[in-house]
């Protein structure tokens, strides 16, 4: 669990955190399978989806019917906060 920003020292021989890396990949697997996410349901799939045809009955399990919307939002804050890690966790130098 992180608890805030940090960073080595200039004198230190920390070469990073390990899970920078693995993180940036999670990262970048969640943001691509929400773009084609978003893809497939333009392209009919919302068809497919039960969603309700109104937001006020939209929920935790039932997505409202600006699906597509919501997810453009999610990938749009995903780009805007792409290079938060760098908050928490130190690139590796390997």
């Known amino acids: ?12 021989t920390w070469t990073g955190d390990s899970d920078y890396l693995e993180w940036n990949s999670i990262q970048r697997d ?5 773009n084609e996410l978003i893809s497939l349901l333009q392209n009919g799939g919302m068809e497919l989806v039960a969603h309700s045809e109104s937001k006020r009955y939209e ?5 409202g019917p600006d699906l597509i919307d919501a997810l453009h939002e999610k990938a749009r804050l995903m780009e805007l906060h792409w290079l938060d890690v760098g908050e928490y966790l130190t690139s590796p130098l390997k």
């Open 1 to 12: 669990m992180a608890k805030g920003p940090r960073a080595p020292s200039k004198q230190s």
């Open 30 to 34: 969640e943001f691509d399978n929400t």
């Open 59 to 63: 929920d935790t399990f039932l997505p």
